[in-house]
């Protein structure tokens, strides 16, 4: 049997940046929350996880809002 040195932890670690689609419609802008994102260790780069693949607009990633803020977007 193997020896992992370096075990990974079972912990979900919250993402970093949450993505977002940003539709335009009109004058209005429509936000949805379409993935998330994780800075690598090393700090040389993210992993972006995205649960659906806009066709059009925008996605915007954004560091997210603490619960005392939540304001609309969700």
Known sequence: MAHNANP???EAKAP???AWHVAQ???K???QKVG???HHKDGKGMTLQL???PIN???ILRHPMDDTNKTGRS
């Open 8 to 10: 990974q932890s079972s």
């Open 16 to 18: 970093d940046l949450l």
């Open 25 to 27: 419609k009109g004058q």
């Open 29 to 31: 802008s429509f936000w």
């Open 36 to 38: 998330a994102a994780w």
């Open 51 to 53: 649960e659906t693949l």
């Open 57 to 59: 607009g925008r996605i």
